[in-house]
């Protein structure tokens, strides 16, 4: 079973469009919020603006792309790529002047300040281009939607703008892997690198060993002469001689 992904450039449209509140658009998806905007006390002392979310709502009735040859339903174009709705209204709201509200308030650290509402909305008649997957229902409607594996993008974009788009990104791709690789070749040759000196400083620390204990066994058969050069028996310090290193027993 492999899905039938097609692409389909049309018109908004619905048989139910949702009437916004504020913005007064016909539309098949909205989206509104309302933020309490508000000054409050912060530990210094001074007023800061905050706001909270005091409202969320998505409305969404049955909707058609309409290319004028036919008409295709669209499933779940929310979760689809490239999808956006167009702000309808913004309205702020001031508070009322109330003293008795307003005294509770700044007792409490706050001064309300007012509700901001954004209506997003998709129109009646704006122009889409959908990618996804072809189905039809028991009744014979075709519609589309999101495949299970494979692309859905709803974007006001042409087909033409979205290819260019993708082939932007896979340029950017190649470049990407072309870096990542220059760079695991650096860390692996650094780490080549890394591993052949520090087997060539035990082999140098091996090689002093051995040199010092042959000075050591002839320097006690002979005897200590003080006025002699001191041999060279410090074995850890490799980068410079005679250090000394306190040990304790």
């Not at 290319?67 to 209204?89: H, I, N």
Request: with cysteine; proline share 3%; glycine share 10%.
């Amino acid at each position: 079973m492999i899905p039938i992904i097609v692409t389909i450039s049309g018109r908004v449209g619905s048989e139910t469009p949702i009437n916004c509140r504020h913005s007064g658009l016909r539309g098949v998806i909205v989206e509104g919020t309302a933020e309490q905007h508000f000054l409050k006390h912060n530990d210094a002392g001074s007023w800061i603006q905050d706001s909270a979310l005091m409202l969320s709502m998505c409305k969404e009735v049955p909707w058609y792309l309409d290319d004028e040859t036919g008409r295709v339903y669209v499933v779940g174009a929310r979760g689809a790529v490239g999808f956006a709705l167009t702000v309808g209204s913004e309205v702020f709201e001031e508070s009322g002047r109330s003293i008795v509200r307003g005294t509770l308030d700044y007792l409490q650290g706050l001064k309300m300040l007012g509700v901001k509402r954004i209506e997003q909305v998709l129109p009646t008649g704006s122009s889409l281009t959908v990618v996804g997957e072809a189905v039809k229902d028991d009744i014979g409607t075709i519609r589309i939607q999101k495949p299970q594996k494979g692309p859905f993008y709803v974007s006001p974009k042409s087909i033409d703008q979205l290819v260019s788009n993708l082939g932007k990104w896979a340029r950017w791709y190649k470049y990407a892997s072309f870096g990542l690789t220059i760079f695991g070749v650096f860390l692996i040759t650094k780490h080549a690198i890394h591993y052949y000196l520090e087997r060539r400083r035990r082999w140098e620390l091996r090689r002093r060993v051995l040199a010092a204990a042959a000075k050591r066994t002839g320097s006690d058969n002979e005897g200590t002469n003080q006025d002699c050069v001191m041999p060279d028996l410090c074995v850890i310090c490799l980068e410079q001689e005679y250090n000394a290193v306190f040990i304790q027993l």
